[in-house]
């Protein structure tokens, strides 16, 4: 759709479920997730829909990619190994290789680790994930070549704390997340370094899926505060919260076209 809410385009057209878009720099592609082939996978087609090809094939699900600032690779969470880890693959689906490493879990669930919904820096030096490694969900940032893995909150304030689904500001300078610390999802930003963090939404609903305008100026999201999921917009501030989209299904995910 445009950035108003207004021409709403459907893209995808099968009986599964295709979520997660992401799209490429240049504006040229859009990465996503697909059970179309009985398992969560990552796919990628052109903006208009077309040439829709899968990226990975494995028994585990492969969901929540990122494009590389460069667009030359895409950052992606798998269940490979019985633990969620983040990998990194070429646009083309080759050279596979993952950059966090946790135990396997083996047949004791209560020991799953796992690494999840990776965001690329705009400089392309940087990857910010969700992690309960330590416990809880945390975020952590580590260099592009999974060194140097770096905790960025402490959020120990609910047994079933939350802090997920970074993306980073256009200029590097901040990243928004979500966050449950105060009761209920809401949307947070602070500095990428973890400080200044700061509860730009507040509503008793669930906001979710925080993504930026490619100038920073405004923040897209998913909300159920006018009873069903829709996606809003609002400045970067927090102020101004207006629903871009209104149906009696659920629309979730936005993601901001840096591209022509």
Known sequence: MNADGTGQIRLTNIPAEDRLPIWS???????FTSD??????IYVM??????????????????????????SKIVFTSGKHNNEGVYVMN??????????????AGPDAATLRRDTWPDWSPDGSRIAFSSNRDG????????A????????????????????????SPDGAKIAFISNRDGNDEVYVMNADGTGQIRLTNDP??????????????IA??????????????????????PLTKSPAEDGAPAWSAGP
């Open 91 to 104: 646009v083309d689906g080759t050279g596979q290789t993952r950059i966090t490493a946790n135990p396997d």
């Open 25 to 31: 720099p240049d504006g040229s592609k859009i990465a």
């Open 221 to 242: 999201f998913t909300s159920q505060r006018d009873g069903n999921w829709e996606i809003y917009v609002m400045t970067a501030d927090g102020t101004g919260p207006i």
């Open 36 to 41: 179309r082939d009985g398992n969560e996978e």
């Open 145 to 168: 070549d999974g060194t140097g893995q770096t905790r960025l909150t402490t959020n120990s304030s609910l047994d079933n704390s939350l802090d997920d689904s970074a993306a980073w």
């Open 205 to 218: 609903a669930s906001d979710e899926s925080p993504a930026w305008s490619p100038d920073g100026s405004k």
């Open 136 to 143: 809880n969900w945390e975020l952590y940032v580590m260099n």
């Open 46 to 71: 052109n903006a208009d829909g077309t040439e829709q090809a899968r990226l990975t094939n494995g028994q585990a699900p492969d969901t929540s990619p990122a494009w590389s600032p460069d667009g």
